[in-house]
């Protein structure tokens, strides 16, 4: 599938899967006027493939064996439906979620929505790192928590929470954590596949960078793959995660 720079962009942007578009450029390429005027792609004619899926290429190049994906997602959508929830989920938390768990479940979620990477039968173990590296939370069986359940389990996290022996196949981390901290609290040799970490600071989201202050829902964030993982399937995975952020309705659904 081709499609230009600016209307991967727009299509990221606005949670638009490509394949559903159709590219009036050259070769069928979409451009930036498809994705604001869109017109339903084309069936397929007999023996055609359609390829229904949405990548996107890394940002920059390769970093100690990851693949590097930078992106700001606008978290204006999460906030507007996160209230009601969040007056339900005090009620059962005694403390409403903050939005980092809605991102935590879209980094999960994200990464097995193309699971050629986990073995058959294997749970997604998760670390979680918080209040500039010094709150650790590890997660067993994270692609089968929802949003509640790992609210819960955040907020009873303590920096001594860490089991022995611990794998995780994910990490986030607020941007504060340095890899000293995360490379200390592995329990074994290989490095997490998958590693999120946030770039900014706004009191909705309850994400600390520093001392900045952006007082927005704007969420800058660099996404990190390794190369142990097919490119194919890096990219796509990126691009789920963005378009998992943009439209949160998604995040509330097991599975």
Known sequence: MLISPLARKICISKGIDPATLRGTGPRGRIMAADVENPVAAAPARRGETVVND??????GPEV??????????NMGALARISL?????????????????DFIIRAV??????????????????????????????????AAGKNVYRIAKERQKATADGMPGG???????????????????SLGCAHRPLFAFVTRGHSPKTEIRAGGDDLR??????????????????????A?????????????????
């Not at 100690?64 to 997602?73: R, T």
């Not at 009601?84 to 980092?100: D, G, M, N, S, T």
């Not at 969420?219 to 993982?229: A, D, E, G």
């Open 239 to 255: 691009a789920r995660l963005g378009a998992l952020l943009y439209n949160p309705v998604n995040l509330l659904m097991q599975g």
């Open 84 to 100: 009601p929830i969040a007056v339900q989920c005090e009620k059962l938390l005694e403390q409403r979620y903050a939005l980092f």
């Open 216 to 237: 927005s829902v704007d969420l800058p964030y660099t996404f990190f793959v390794s190369t142990r993982v097919a490119a194919a399937d890096a990219n796509r995975i």
């Open 166 to 184: 611990f794998c995780p196949h994910i990490t986030v981390c607020d941007t504060d954590t340095t890899r000293q901290q995360v490379a200390d």
């Open 108 to 141: 999960v979620k994200a990464c097995v929505a193309h699971p050629s990477w986990l073995p058959e039968g294997s749970e997604v173990n998760l670390l979680l790192f918080a209040d500039s590296g010094n709150k650790v939370m590890a997660m067993s069986n």
């Open 64 to 73: 100690d064996g990851y693949y590097v994906y930078d992106n700001v997602v």
């Open 54 to 59: 949405f990548a996107i290429s890394p940002t």
